[in-house]
């Protein structure tokens, strides 16, 4: 399977973020470091600055194709082209509600115009992926009309973006198959939003319904709820489905605390894959099977997704936890100390304040009545 990264045009669309041409040229170079297979670096039309950004990572990203979205009209599609981009992301709206509401278009105005600009996209040399918005809320026989279009007219791949997020992954594996049976055979993405969130389920459903290409964002940013999480979709391929996934997913922690940091946006502690939680123990059963075996309480190594373990010393510790976190830092961990410092390790996390090692290196102390140097 492949992943078509979008953080920086759906990503970014998220209220509030305006990023950089540096900061996203930065962020490009991090997704082609991680070896993603195509970033969507932006949308052209949309200012000078972002036309620079998409042109300057275009020029500069040595494995991913990079593309640009273009609505189905001349202009856009000239701005992504003269961007330099590899592929140019040509989409329209084939639901019925947007179509009336936003586009007062009819169907037969639509499939036209899917015509005209797929073809005009081609005749400028470069490889077109066709998007039909709102796919998954669109008439089902019209989508498919919708999608023969664009192939005919020379998409070369095309795209099933769930656009509200009303999806559930048995609704996708019905819509994969189906247009699967119904349309030439091209790459198919599928771009699912988080409303629900059912984003990374519902593309792990596609995918494992015959979906060739993965559309998603680092750390799940995007408009609304979000878009399927890039770190959370590669982790489940591989580890769940098994499947060969070209990324350096050893990069995924790196690359997820850089776009969290240059979004300006924080992450949850308890957030799959890169979150400082996600392979975080504290409960004396859990650190006591985690230190025999990591898989007791773990789907799969924290390296392999560039995270850490760590042992969180709490309320809810037992002897285990105490005895390895003494040993770490040199310390012999008798049986009298470690009933101590237990004792004073649930006192102090009850007052709701970190365990770290400093508060352990003054437990010692109190303990032995004498300085620890460490
Ligand atoms: O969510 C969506 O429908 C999109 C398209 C432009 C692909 O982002
Ligand atoms: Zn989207």
Redesign the pocket.
Known sequence: MKFFD?TL??GE?MPGISLTVDEKVQIGMALDELKVDYIEAGFAAVSPDEAEAVRRIARDAAYAEVAS?ARANKADIDAAVDADVDMV?V?IATSDIHMKYKLRMTRDEVLRRIAESVEYAKSRGVRVLF?A???TRSDLGFLVEAFKTAIEAGADEI?V???VGVMTPSRMRYLVEHLKAKLPPVPMHV?C?DDFGMAVANTIAAIEAGAEVA?VTVNGFG?RGG?AALEEVAAAARFLLGREVGLRLERLYETSRLVARLFGIQLQPNKAVVGDNAFSHESGIHVHGVLNNPFTYEPMMPEAVGNRRRIVLGKHSGRHSVEWALKQMGLEPSPELVDYILRRVKDYAASKRPVDEKALKAFVEEFRGVPVFL
């Open positions: 979008t045009r759906d669309q979205l992301h989409f998007s918005e709102d796919a795209n973006p769930d656009t771009h939003h559309q408009e878009n």
